[in-house]
């Protein structure tokens, strides 16, 4: 398994995401800049700027026509996937922290920091797919204040306007965006701040990661854990891998409490787990760095990782990672 | 006795690692099944919206 090297962010990543056919991969970082790159050879196709603050989160639409972005400048912005122009520019009292569009591509849903008393806030935008995508209302067509702590990841469920969030308690929540209730919750799901969450194919299920070292997968309808995968290091992003029963984990210990030689080393680790028996299957090294962001390909056919050293890493799996089935013939649900 | 040992050890793990598998598919099917059945009811909410439509005109 050759891992490409995509060097083009001068500073940490803080996501990577496939597109729906997974020939792009779209990686957004501190040094305010979007890349999208060719996810078999690694070469840029382009570059989104006009950001003045770290890009913290990006998503890309079905039809991978519009992109949206979320940054410390306070702004949210859609884009051309093509042209690489910013559409359009909502602006907030402070900084956005994740985005994420519907699976029909008809809205985004986002959310804000609390900062300088301003509240948390979700938010949700219908997205005009009319015309080039200039003419997006100004307003939300939802808003709301959390209660309790703040939200830091979100996606939309499977339900009608019913969104999964993650907290910086560890709590895993849902939420009705139309008003704002909170119709269940999970105040245990993490023991610490909630870094990652990302669903599966049909939204039935998530995967969340966080500083609790731990990850897990929920039902999205009732919030039960189904599977717990417990590391020894914080977690900063887990990934399912779809059409093979492993999950991947990815994250470290902060560069301060780090020695050097590990530093020099590359030894920061993307680990496989099983995704059912909930054991580790195997470990892959080269980031300098803690990983932000784990990405992996709709198809399954490779992943990319992105660090805290400003590298992304794509990996194709090799044909034996493939068909290998370490544990015997069950078939095994995606 | 330490190999007849071991092989119970696997036997039972992969006891285990089967009812691990069944229970993750069986979780699996009420899921999709679920899923489709809201779908399959949305689509019956938007059918029945558009024929009350078409009484009104």
Redesign the interface.
């Known amino acids: 398994m050759r891992p490409i090297l995509l060097q083009g962010h001068e500073r940490s990543l803080t996501q990577i995401k496939f597109n729906a056919e997974g020939d792009l991969l779209f990686s957004c970082s501190k040094d305010n800049i979007i890349n999208v790159w060719y996810s078999h050879n690694g070469e840029r196709l382009g570059t989104y700027e006009g950001g003045n603050g770290s890009v913290w989160t990006i998503d890309v639409d079905s039809e991978s026509r519009f992109m949206v972005s979320g940054a410390a400048d306070n702004t949210m912005r859609l884009w051309s996937v093509q042209t690489g122009k910013c559409l359009y520019t909502w602006e907030f009292p402070t900084a956005v922290k994740r985005v994420a569009f519907k699976d029909d591509d008809s809205q985004v849903v986002c959310i804000t920091e609390q900062r300088m008393g301003h509240q948390c806030a979700i938010r949700v935008f219908n997205i005009n797919r009319e015309g080039d995508g200039t003419n997006q209302s100004k307003e939300p067509l939802y808003m709301f204040n959390p209660i309790g702590s703040k939200a830091t990841v979100c996606a939309f469920t499977?339900?009608?306007n019913v969104i999964i969030t993650g907290h910086e308690s560890g709590k895993v929540a849902l939420f009705n965006v139309k008003t704002g209730e909170e119709i269940d919750n999970n105040e245990r799901a993490h023991g610490d701040v909630v870094t990652d969450l990302q669903m599966s194919k049909?939204?039935?299920?998530c995967i969340t990661s966080s500083k609790d070292k731990s990850a897990r997968i929920h039902?999205t309808?009732n919030l039960m854990v189904?599977k717990t995968y417990t590391t020894e290091t914080p977690l900063n992003s887990a990934a399912l891998a779809p059409d093979r029963p492993y999950v991947l984990l990815g994250g470290g210990q902060e560069a301060m409490s780090v020695t050097t030689t590990s530093l020099r080393q590359g030894k920061f680790e993307t680990r496989f787990w099983h995704?059912?028996?909930e054991e580790e299957v195997g470990r892959v090294k080269g980031h300098f760095g803690p990983i932000n962001t784990i990405a992996v390909h709709p198809q399954g056919t490779c992943y990319a990782s992105g660090g805290e050293d400003g590298f992304v890493r794509v990996h194709h799996f090799d044909d034996s990672y493939l068909k290998a089935k370490p544990?015997?013939d069950?078939?095994?649900?995606? | 006795e330490d190999a007849a040992e071991e092989s119970n050890v696997s036997a039972e793990l992969?006891a285990l690692?089967?009812r691990?598998?069944d229970e993750?598919?069986a979780?699996?099917?009420l899921?999709?099944k679920?899923?489709a059945e809201?779908?399959g009811h949305?689509h019956e909410k938007v059918r029945e919206s558009e024929e009350e439509k078409e009484e009104i005109e």
């Open positions: 499977p339900t009608p049909d939204g039935t299920y039902d309808k189904i995704k059912v028996f544990y015997g069950l078939e095994i649900a995606d | 992969i690692r089967k691990l598998v993750w598919n979780w699996r099917a899921c999709k679920e899923h809201e779908r949305k």
